[in-house]
């Protein structure tokens, strides 16, 4: 701290993640301060906002006041703002009352006090929809990681270590369930090679959906891996639990009986693009309603 000081060049410890939701945001700040051993505080934002005037912005100040009390201290401490666009919205939205656009402006000067005095608070903030962030929001986050949907990689070894954690219940698992991912997975590497070697660069699967209508012609059929393309990790989780509780009567996951559980709940994904299509139609919506007014006001006949 004391050489820092003397720079006049404090470092922001300030990260913003974003991304769809379930994707595992707050578990990796969970796994970032367990692994340091630093003290971590999740707040939930939008239990910050209170319908009484002032009472936002000072339940703001409080909890990074705490937190900054704490930090000095303890050498460090990690202050995590769940939603944080609850109290980091844009503050040129019209549907935006007075005391929300107050409390940004307050998390603004708390954030740049903590950067300021060199404090060893690392605030975290978390969000789903990133486009409704303040742009002074963005500026104040040093670090900027975006979370996306995982590729088929990332599926197959979430699904596995799902598995596992079923196979510690003592329910048995069909090896039908790992022999008909094995193969599906080579087949899904084997595409993905054949396209980087032809496009001479890696592909993935989120790309342009290059990657993805290769493997839909080439792979027929429905496979664990094509069923989850779009899902979150939090998706496959709940899909395992729906599995877990029908297979503890029978004692036994079935590969049919996980594929139906994981279908069952569906994919984020599907959610995420039906709200962004919504939002897209309900701008166009009140742009249009705008012109009609402004076009009303324009033409608007002579007072008599």
Avoid at 4 to 12: A, G, V
Avoid at 135 to 144: D, E, G, K, Q, V
Wanted: glycine share 8%; hydrophobic share 35%.
């Amino acid at each position: 701290m004391e050489q820092l000081k003397n720079t006049t060049l404090s470092p922001n410890l300030t990260v913003l993640l974003y991304g769809p939701p379930g994707t595992g945001k707050t578990s990796l700040t969970r796994g970032f301060a367990k692994k340091y051993g630093v003290p971590i505080c999740v707040v939930e934002s939008d239990r910050l906002v209170s319908p009484l005037l002032g009472d936002t912005i000072k339940n703001i100040r409080n909890v990074v006041e705490l937190s900054s009390e704490i930090s000095k201290e303890r050498g460090a401490f990690v202050l995590f703002f769940d939603e944080i666009d609850a109290v980091g919205s844009e503050r040129s939205n019209t549907h935006e009352v007075g005391e929300i656009k107050r409390a940004v402006i307050s998390f603004l000067q708390v954030i740049d006090r903590v950067n300021y005095e060199g404090v060893p608070l690392a605030i975290f903030g978390a969000t789903n929809h990133q486009h409704q962030l303040d742009s002074a929001i963005w500026r104040r986050f040093t670090f900027h990681f975006r979370f996306d949907f995982p590729d088929y990689n990332l599926r197959k070894q979430i699904i596995e270590g799902f598995l596992a954690k079923i196979k510690r219940a003592k329910i048995g698992v069909d090896n039908q369930i790992f022999t008909s991912l094995n193969e599906e997975y080579n087949r899904m590497q084997k595409i993905e090679k054949e396209i980087a070697n032809k496009m001479g660069q890696k592909v993935t699967e989120f790309d342009d959906m290059i990657l993805w209508n290769e493997i839909s012609k080439k792979i027929k059929g429905e496979g664990l891996l094509k069923l989850t393309h779009g899902y979150s990790g939090s998706d496959i989780e709940r899909g395992t639990k729906v599995a877990l509780l029908k297979a503890i009567s029978v004692e036994l996951l079935t590969y049919d009986l996980f594929y139906d559980s994981l279908k069952l709940v569906g994919g984020t994904a599907i959610h995420v693009e039906r709200q962004n299509t919504l939002a897209t139609t309900r701008g166009f919506i009140l742009k249009d309603e705008g012109n009609e007014k402004k076009h009303n006001r324009d033409n608007k006949p002579p007072e008599i």
